[in-house]
């Protein structure tokens, strides 16, 4: 192994360092993108720091060529990311934070939210729970900029199954849901006491006797 040979390929990339029989191998530096840190075998494997050339920036650990291991992936937009990667995606647990003030933490596989995660807006609205190929699936609690609250379950992004909704003003329907809305059997009280209890459609009552003149829904 010798230092500081400087190895040039057809596509214009250039490396500079360690090698060992004919290819990179240790320490050294490639352009176009620049990588600065450890090679295997012509490959960045171990420490080390990816500069593109849009701006974007990877600081953190390589295994045959690609992000493995923990490291830090910064966006020239101003979003990153810091966390476990596994064959170049996030995978593991992990931080993503947006340029707008949006914050994800939690499990990530395949460069989606994946598992148990907690999803902060910028707006202040906040999801904690399960999440499945980015979406949240399963149960999860989001809390509303407004004060409103639903507590239950969720499918491909929307309240789907069991769940508890109470709004600000102390209203609250438990009861089944369906792609979003109040679908299937439940209960609406309203603050003042006032009660409808039976079926759900599309998100409005189908009338029945077990209703108060005087209820008002959401």
Do not use: C
Not at 111 to 131: C, I, R
């Amino acid at each position: 192994m010798t230092n500081n040979k400087t190895i040039s390929f057809s596509d214009g990339d250039q490396y500079v360092g360690e090698h060992k029989d004919g290819e990179a191998h240790g320490q050294g530096t490639t352009t176009y993108p620049e990588y600065v840190g450890e090679v295997k075998d012509g490959k960045p494997h171990g420490h080390g720091t990816f500069t593109f050339t849009n701006g974007d920036k990877y600081v953190g650990e390589h295994k045959d060529g690609k992000r493995h291991g923990l490291g830090t992936y910064t966006y020239a937009s101003g979003s990153k990311y810091v966390g476990e990667f596994k064959d170049g995606n996030y995978h593991g647990l992990g931080t993503y934070t947006y340029a707008s003030g949006s914050k994800y933490v939690g499990e990530f596989k395949d460069d989606n939210y994946h598992g148990l995660g907690t999803y902060t807006y910028a707006s202040g609205s906040k999801y904690v729970g399960e999440f499945k190929d980015g979406n949240y699936h399963g149960h999860g609690t989001y809390t509303f900029s407004d004060e409103d609250k639903y507590v239950g379950e969720h499918k491909d992004d929307k309240r789907n199954g069991l769940g508890t909704y109470t709004y600000a003003d102390r209203d609250q329907y438990v009861g089944e849901y369906k792609d979003g809305k109040r679908h299937g059997q439940g209960t609406y009280t309203s603050a003042s006491g006032s009660k409808y209890v039976g079926e759900f459609k599309d998100g409005e009552i189908v009338w029945n006797d077990l209703w108060e003149n005087n209820l008002t829904i959401h």
